[in-house]
């Protein structure tokens, strides 16, 4: 899939996240009302939390309790026109990057900056954005000399270093490498190997043989031929065929979602020097050399079985084809930060066609987000100092630790665990590291250069940039101050590898964290949070890690057995939903996600129980603390989609859509089944042996 020319070197293969995969920026639907009414509903909203105006009162929050609590908010908002999807994440980052770019702008506009300095880094990036004028003038320029050095590759090993290349670039190669901590060894850093390759989403759209799959592909190849004439090819039509031929071979090598997320599965070390062994038709020498890592002497191969037969379709496909697939990557990947041809024709695929966004977005909102993604911490450190409240990081640590001790007590009352078990599970929940807000070290930027009339440059200099930083990690130790995310990212992560839950700072707002409201609606939604990245750590692959994040069986074979029952049944459970007609969940993929919402609200729930310390909470806004709590999950989860991206989400992603993040795990609670008085009769109800519970 198009990736631009870099974006970042840091590879999150390994770590999960809790928003849904689209990145839209968005902002709430403003419902106007004269100005009196309009003061006393701000007080009782910011009282509660909960945003009254969203509800819809004609549907019964014991038939569909996500349409209850955002019903109106659905029915009247409209996705704007630059989105695939819309909702309560994209609220918040649509306000964020509207609070970088005020920083970008009072930076741009200081006098006498010191070249090399962060200050001149943010201005001179951001002009180089926004200058179409110049991008325009260059054209195809920018890339040519790359495109040259392609044609110049004589013979398969030539092709075989020049992946290597493709790192560095951030285009793309049928596979690539990151670096990470050892799984089972997580105080050393490793390389690991993966399959990659495909300028679609995913294998199975190559694959399907459905009248919306075949349309997609034609529509794919009309796009690489017209990018090959943009960048001056005489045989654009040959050269699309070639390519389109080629990366359906490369599909069809693939591993699929659900296997590729299995972490036994993708643990393979293999001695370096035996790769030749593996995929014996492929020069790993050359390859390894070139990417500078030919000294380590093993590498992590996520999937050996693609790369074993990759082998053959590399020698079995000729140089020039090869030659043709390195050029198609290069310029997809490039496409963003070229001319305006470029860029319209890579939005008129990827962003309409693929996803349904009818418009792209304005020039300044994409620049901002290529300012955050190239220098995400020189922004982030002045976001903190702007928009991060101290009393919000120590508030956020208190709801931490009482989640930590929800999670504490959850697991010794658990009735399906043995007590070994327990003791390993109990120990790894002492050892979670909690980061919030924002990292204690900030990233040194200092060997980067951008230069304000050179966006193409300034790109590729930060890929290399990202690439060496992550290639000395090796043979260094490891550093825990690492963040994955900067401040400015509505987001939160859990990495199993060391063992930590990481909230950024600009999650830490409504509707997910509201300072001025009370517990309940935190609890069900920052806590929500909180628990679900917890949950990471107990869930289907994150629970195959200990304590110190060493990748190991820490169960007893009984556990492990009652473990993979209940979690086949939450599997099941979502495989059932059907958000578009004969477009079911895949339960497996999204089961991780499943596990962690399920597991992380139970939990909330119990924090807030924990809270309250045996007193009464009170009535606000007609309902009771317990009710306030599942609404305040619920809002969480406000989104739209249009059909091709729901769709996308669908075969892709490793969340279930939104509605049914809302939904699904309170049918599963008994909490909520209580504090509404669900019955056999109604929407959410669902019988007791068939409710899943796990923590």
């Not at 006393?40 to 909960?50: D, E, Q, W």
């Not at 296997?259 to 038709?281: H, M, P």
Request: hydrophobic letters at 35%; glycine letters at 6%.
């Amino acid at each position: 899939m198009n990736k631009k020319l870099l974006a970042s070197a840091v590879c999150l293969a390994l770590v999960t996240a809790c928003s849904q995969q689209d990145s839209d920026k968005a902002a709430q639907t403003e419902v106007k009302k004269p100005a009196a009414e309009k003061k006393v509903a701000t007080k009782t909203t910011l009282k509660s939390g909960i945003e009254l105006a969203n509800l819809d009162k004609s549907v019964r929050p014991q038939d569909d309790f996500y349409r209850y609590v955002n019903g109106s908010w659905l029915t009247n908002t409209e996705i704007p026109s630059d989105k695939s999807r819309y909702g309560s994440f994209t609220v918040l980052r649509d306000k964020s990057r509207k609070d970088v770019k005020a920083i970008i702008e009072e930076t741009a506009k200081l006098e006498n900056v010191e070249k090399g300095s962060d200050a001149q880094k943010v201005g001179d990036l951001y002009r180089s954005y926004m200058d179409v004028k110049k991008l325009d003038e260059l054209g195809v320029s920018p890339i040519l000399p790359e495109l040259e050095k392609i044609g110049g590759l004589q013979n398969h090993d030539d092709i075989s270093a020049y992946f290597a290349e493709t790192q560095m670039l951030n285009s793309d190669a049928p596979f690539g490498f990151f670096v990470n901590n050892d799984s089972k060894n997580p105080t050393s850093y490793i390389v690991y190997l993966t399959q990659s390759g495909l300028g679609l989403p995913d294998r199975e759209y190559y694959l399907k043989t459905d009248e919306k799959s075949v349309s997609l592909r034609d529509a794919y190849l009309k796009h690489i031929e017209k990018m090959f004439q943009l960048a001056g090819s005489k045989t654009a039509e040959q050269d699309a065929k070639a390519v389109m031929a080629l990366e359906t071979e490369i599909a069809k090598l693939h591993w699929n979602r659900v296997d590729s997320r299995n972490r036994d599965k993708t643990y393979n070390k293999v001695e370096t020097a035996k790769l030749s062994e593996l995929s014996g038709e492929f020069n790993w020498q050359a390859y390894l050399t070139h990417a500078g890592i030919n000294a380590e002497k093993e590498i992590i191969v996520r999937q050996p079985s693609y790369i074993e037969n990759f082998s053959k379709l590399f020698k079995a496909t000729s140089v020039d084809d090869w030659k043709r697939y390195l050029k198609w990557t290069l310029i997809n990947a490039a496409s963003g930060i070229l001319s305006s041809e470029f860029d319209q024709a890579n939005f008129a695929f990827y962003g309409t066609t693929l996803n349904g966004t009818p418009e792209q977005e304005v020039r300044w909102k994409r620049a901002v987000t290529s300012v955050n993604q190239l220098l995400g911490e020189v922004v982030g450190k002045i976001y903190v100092e702007k928009h991060f409240k101290p009393e919000a990081k120590a508030r956020m640590v208190q709801l931490v630790e009482n989640l930590r001790e929800a999670y504490r007590t959850a697991i010794i009352d658990l009735d399906w665990m043995g007590e070994e078990t327990k003791k390993q599970a109990l120990d790894k929940l002492a050892k979670f590291t909690p980061k919030i807000g924002y990292p204690d070290k900030w990233r040194d930027y200092s060997a980067l250069e951008i230069s304000a009339d050179d966006l193409v440059g300034n790109y590729k200099r930060a890929a290399l940039f990202g690439y060496h930083r992550q290639i000395n990690k090796l043979g260094k130790p490891i550093d825990k101050t690492e963040w994955f995310m900067s401040p400015q990212t509505v987001n939160a992560y859990y990495n199993p590898v060391m063992n930590e839950i990481v909230f950024p700072a600009a999650i830490l707002q409504p509707p997910f964290f509201n300072m001025a409201a009370d517990d309940a609606v935190n609890y069900g939604g920052i806590g929500g949070v909180i628990g679900h990245e917890m949950g990471h750590g107990f869930d289907d692959q994150g629970s195959k890690s200990d304590g110190d994040g060493v990748l190991r069986n820490w169960w007893t074979d009984k556990d492990l057995e009652e473990f993979k029952l209940r979690t086949g049944k939450l599997a099941a459970q979502y495989s059932a939903f059907e958000p578009l007609p004969g477009e079911h969940i895949n339960g497996e993929l999204t089961l991780g996600e499943n596990i962690g919402d399920l597991g992380g609200l139970t939990i909330a729930h119990r924090a807030y129980k924990l809270a309250l310390k045996d007193k009464a909470a009170p009535e606000i806004d007609g309902f009771s603390g317990e009710q306030r709590f599942f609404m305040g999950w619920a809002q969480v989860w406000a989104y739209k989609y249009r059909d091709e991206a729901m769709s996308n989400q669908i075969k892709t992603g490793p969340h279930s859509p939104a509605n049914f993040r809302g939904n699904g795990p309170l049918m599963n609670m008994p909490e909520f089944v209580k504090a509404y008085d669900v019955k056999a009769t109604d929407g959410m109800y669902r019988k007791p042996e068939d409710r899943v519970k796990i923590w």
